[in-house]
Structure formats: structure tokens, C-alpha cells
């Protein structure tokens, strides 16, 4: 009872987090707040990493469970998706280069099936461009794995697509503004009609749409520079596991401490720092903090050396968990 009833909670939490709506977004992936990116400058000498860390934007609301979703449907269909409940500051964002990557291991199988509807996946992302509806996605995936079984992060540049193959580098153009942004395609979506691509919601507030909800944009794919194309998947070929970013790791000789997640939710915090310790990993912490007036529960790990942080950051990735943001002491 006690579980139903804190799973209950986390629903409405996920389904209500934010001020009331100005408009919603349509698409079930993306019906959630609207609100307009700070212009706050971050200090000197303070990494980005640090910066997107600390925003009360960027904490994850929600605990993601198997049961939530059903293959061939919706994740949680039953629960509203929403912007966060504090502004998102972008000065401290930086938009992906695009570069040739291996296809990823998940999410390239062709074809697929979502509700009853099948797609197949392009061989390759060269020469597409398309023009129709963008939509966007926020805090109730936030920290949910993609279908290319990487985390989905709101606060950083990425989109979902229905048949480019992942990853796959592509700008995307209001078409009524001119405004752009460049997104890594790391998931699948939107499975909605008339819709062509679910931006995260970092992305959606560099193009506004974060205000409408939808908008019509241009969307084309990019060529890694010195490269002749994308990903490109063989007919019946199986693609090489996924590259991941270097460790976020300061350097020099000082301290460091890695920072796991921060949650609105303590009982949410001491689950992820069990499933550290689980994993073997020591110097586990929760710790409380207050953040823009809110009271949040911080898990971290250490002070750790700075190659010791790195290989406990690989660890935390390879238990599917959000990247995990360094801290220098």
C-alpha cells in the first residue's frame, strides 16, 4: 500500500512540477510549461558541465521503473510530461559538434513497430532534409534511457526521430523566426500524427518552442567534417557498440567529487546511492542542499583523485544512470 501510494506521488509530482500551462504542447511527449531561457552569465572559469549541473531545471523528478512501459506503446501514458518548474539558463549549453560515430546497438532495428504502426530506419542520415511539425519532450523522461539506451538528458541539446539512423547530427530551423539549433539524434519519436521531431527540452527553449508547444521547422541532416556521411547501417549488419564522450573530469592535482543526481525526493536519492553501493562503489553520500529556495537530496561520491573520479564515472554510466556531473573541491 505504502508503495502504491509513493508511486502516487511521484505521478502527480512528474504530472504537476511547473506553473500552470501557457500553452501545452500536443504531443504526449511534450505537453508541459512554458518558460523563457535567464540570461544569467556563469563565472569565470566555471565549466558548463558545472553550470547545467547546478540549475534547479536540470534535477530529476521522477524515478523511471520497467513496469511504466510497455513495448510496441507509450512510457507512462497515463502520466502529463512537463517543462520544469524553474527557468532553464542556455549560456552555459553548448550544442553538439557533429562528428562520425559507429551506429548505435539500440534503436537501429528495421523495421519496428509503435502502437499497432511500422517504421523503418534509414540506412543512412546523408542528404535528408524535411520540412513539418516539431514537438518536444522534458521532465518526465528526464533521466529515462532512449531507445539508444543512452540517458536522456532535457538540458542538453538532443532530439528523437522515427526512422534516422541513431545517432545522426541534424539542424533544425523554425521555420517562422529563423531561429536554429544543432541536435545529436539519440531517440526514437514522436509517435504522434503529423509530427516529424521531438526536441529535448533544451532545444525547445533555444527555438522558443517552449512557449507554443509546436512549430513548424526545416529539419537537415549534417555531414561530419572531413566525412562523406553519417552512420550508415549495412542490410543485415550489426552495429558497433556506442562511443562514449570522455569522463567529465577537471584536471589538475586537486579533489574531485562526482555527482550523481539531485533529487526533490529523499527516499528517491537513497535508492540511487544503494544501487551505487550495490555496485561496489564506496564514498557513496546523500546529502541535503538547498537550490533556488527548494530543498533537494544530493548523491555524490568522494572527494575522489582525478583518476579515480574518471573511473568511477564510467562505473555510474554502466549502471544506466544519468552522466554524472565533477565538481572540483
Known amino acids: ?33 512554458s518558460h523563457r531561457a535567464m540570461a544569467k552569465p556563469r563565472a569565470e572559469g566555471e565549466p558548463a558541465a558545472t553550470v547545467a549541473a547546478s540549475q534547479a531545471a536540470c534535477l530529476q523528478v521522477r524515478e523511471h521503473r520497467d513496469e511504466d512501459y510497455t513495448p510496441g506503446g507509450l512510457y507512462a501514458p497515463g502520466v502529463s510530461d512537463s517543462a520544469p518548474e524553474h527557468a532553464l539558463d542556455l549560456s552555459g549549453l553548448v550544442e553538439p559538434t557533429p562528428r562520425r560515430e559507429p551506429p548505435a546497438a539500440y534503436g537501429n532495428r528495421s523495421p519496428y513497430t509503435v502502437l499497432g504502426k511500422s517504421y523503418r530506419v534509414m540506412p543512412s542520415a546523408d542528404g535528408y532534409v524535411e520540412r513539418g511539425v516539431a514537438s518536444w519532450y522534458g521532465q518526465k523522461f528526464h533521466g529515462r534511457q532512449t531507445s539508444s539506451r543512452e540517458v536522456y538528458d532535457m538540458c542538453s541539446f538532443s532530439a528523437a526521430h522515427k526512422t534516422l539512423p541513431l545517432p545522426s547530427y541534424v539542424r533544425v530551423t523554425h521555420l517562422d523566426t529563423g531561429e536554429s539549433v544543432v541536435v545529436r539524434v539519440n531517440d526514437r519519436g514522436p509517435f504522434h500524427s503529423g509530427r516529424i521531431i521531438d526536441l529535448s527540452y533544451a532545444a525547445a527553449v533555444k ?9 513548424r521547422v526545416e529539419v537537415r541532416a549534417l555531414t561530419p567534417e572531413g566525412d562523406d556521411a553519417g552512420p550508415v547501417l549495412g542490410a543485415g549488419s550489426t552495429p558497433s557498440p ?58 555524490r561520491v568522494g572527494p575522489l583523485a582525478a583518476e579515480a573520479a574518471a573511473a568511477v564515472i564510467d562505473r555510474i554510466r554502466g549502471l544506466g544512470l544519468p552522466s554524472p556531473r565533477v565538481f572540483s573541491e
Not at 579533489?255 to 555496485?279: F, K, M, T
Not at 546523500?286 to 529556495?293: H, T
Open 1 to 33: 500500500m505504502s508503495r502504491a501510494f509513493a508511486l502516487l506521488a511521484l505521478a502527480l509530482l512528474a504530472g504537476c512540477a511547473g506553473k500552470p500551462v501557457k500553452p501545452s504542447a500536443p504531443e504526449a511527449r511534450g505537453d508541459g510549461v
Open 207 to 215: 527555438l522558443g518552442l517552449d512557449r507554443t508547444g509546436t512549430a
Open 242 to 299: 556506442p562511443t562514449r564522450a570522455p569522463a567529465p573530469v577537471a584536471t589538475g592535482d586537486g579533489r574531485h567529487v562526482v555527482q550523481v543526481g539531485a533529487y526533490r525526493e529523499r527516499d528517491n536519492a537513497r535508492r540511487i546511492a544503494r544501487q551505487l553501493e550495490d555496485a561496489g562503489i564506496d564514498g557513496v553520500e546523500v546529502e541535503d542542499a538547498r537550490v533556488n529556495g527548494g530543498k533537494v537530496w544530493r548523491v
